[in-house]
């Protein structure tokens, strides 16, 4: 099938095994997961050519199930965005209306299975980089707890935050996608030994859901805040008991997040040098001339951006302003969510405050960073959330996020199922 919307990188035609539980399905994987004699750019020009030695665990796990292989799918440049246009490789365009965004920054995951050119797919989330395009392209996204799937074979972009996830048109399918990549990892310190071994019982019954009045506040589009109003209605209608809550710390989570992640990221991404990995330099030039020509020149302007803001916040005389603080922040945000669940069991809110922006809509940075409000919470807290769609706004997609305790995966994909049961019956 033509890839119409610039959702993949790379097309594959592998034709997977004839058994296993993934057998006869197609996965698109994200490019920035490690893929065996398949090219892998993160998005980047400075990684064009770079085929990786191996396989990252989750892909070794879909070989096993039997899957199918389809193509690696674009991304923001190493992860970094949240529209899929800052893809050194062009932007993705979204299935629903090729005049907007997919979401990112894995729009390009989204795309190839809201377009039906993959039946699953592989994305990861930093911030919000599952479910964002999850909302926007119509279809389900899951970040896991952090620790429940590896990381071996992701080229990081920020340690502490990001985890591989399912994308999928139904709950049923990331389900049956998780239990495969959730698999154990010795070469992962992060995996906590939790395996996904459950399938979905779709029931709210008797489940106390937290509302956070935040996740309505400023910002949010009224008619996204009213669809999504509607979806709590129709949990409460399954039985769900709704429960108005207030997390305080919502205010300082994106700042917390820009800070850690880009102080992450200028780390992890020094090795990008042109003599560890990327097109080398001139060996006339002295190495630090020839170290910046070569990722001024193949580096583009956000992964530059993000490189500059969490050198700075790492530097001397900095780093307890800037990072130090940030990491208290991000404590209280967990503490906050520690709370909650202590008297709910899920906390729901809309995934994306608005439906998906129009190409170049976002000129500037900050009106990319703000649109992740709703959903770094969860990446610093590392606790699991999904995105289910909810209906739509003016004919485009309008995402519920649902997210609940560590390691409580199953009942986020349980409330998942239920009201996807409920609105599609």
């Given at each position: ?28 994987i ?36 039997g ?30 209306d090729?005049s ?5 920054s ?24 599952i479910?964002c ?14 620790g ?6 992701l ?12 994308m ?32 979905p ?19 949010v ?46 780390s ?42 969490g050198?700075?916040?790492l530097s ?6 800037y ?25 729901a ?30 990446n610093?807290a ?44």
């Amino acid at each position: 099938m033509e890839d119409r919307f610039n959702a993949y990188l790379l097309r594959s035609e592998d034709p997977g095994l004839d058994s296993g539980p993934l057998a006869g399905r197609t996965v698109a994987i994200k490019d920035n997961i490690s893929t065996a004699g398949l090219e892998t750019t993160c998005g980047s020009r400075i990684l064009k050519g770079y085929i990786p030695p191996y396989d990252a665990h989750v892909v070794t796990l879909l070989r096993e199930a039997g899957a199918a292989i389809n193509g690696k799918t674009n991304l923001d440049e190493f992860g970094m965005g949240t529209t899929t246009e800052n893809s050194g490789y062009g932007p993705t365009l979204n299935p629903v209306d090729s005049s907007r965004v997919p979401g990112g920054s894995s729009g390009g995951s989204a795309a190839a299975v809201a377009a039906g050119l993959a039946d699953l797919a592989l994305g990861t989330d930093t911030g919000g980089s599952i479910r964002c395009p999850a909302s926007f392209c119509g279809i389900v996204g899951l970040k896991p707890t952090y620790g429940r799937v590896s990381r071996y074979g992701l080229i990081a972009y920020a340690n502490s935050l990001e985890t591989i996830g399912p994308m999928a048109r139904t709950v049923a399918d990331v389900s049956a996608l998780y239990r495969v990549i959730s698999r154990p990892d010795p070469r992962d310190t992060t995996m906590q030994g939790r395996p996904y071994e459950h399938d979905p019982v779709a029931s709210v019954r008797g489940l106390r859901i937290g509302i956070p009045a935040e996740f309505f506040g400023a910002g949010v589009d009224p008619r996204v805040s009213a669809k999504v109003q509607e979806a709590i209605e129709t949990l409460a209608g399954c039985g769900a008991v709704i429960v108005p809550v207030s997390m305080p710390s919502m205010k300082y989570a994106l700042a917390a997040y820009y800070i850690t992640c880009t102080s992450e990221a200028s780390s992890n991404l020094a090795r990008y040098d042109g003599v560890r990995f990327g097109p080398g330099g001139e060996s006339q030039r002295s190495w630090h001339d020839a170290f910046t020509a070569v990722r001024g020149e193949h580096f583009g302007e956000e992964v530059r951006r993000r490189i500059l803001l969490g050198t700075f916040a790492l530097s001397a005389g900095y780093y307890g302003r800037y990072y130090g603080k940030a990491q208290t922040a991000r404590a209280n945000v967990a503490g906050d969510f520690e709370r909650l669940f202590g008297s709910v069991d899920l906390l729901a809110g809309p995934t994306m405050p608005t439906v998906a922006f129009r190409l170049g809509e976002l000129a500037d940075p900050l009106s990319m960073y703000l649109a992740d409000v709703l959903t770094v919470p969860a990446n610093l807290a590392g606790i699991p959330a999904i995105s289910v769609p909810c209906g739509e706004v003016a004919g485009l997609p309008v995402g519920l996020q649902l997210m609940g305790r560590r390691f409580d995966d199953e009942t986020v994909i349980d409330a998942a199922a239920a009201f996807e049961a409920e609105v599609t019956a």
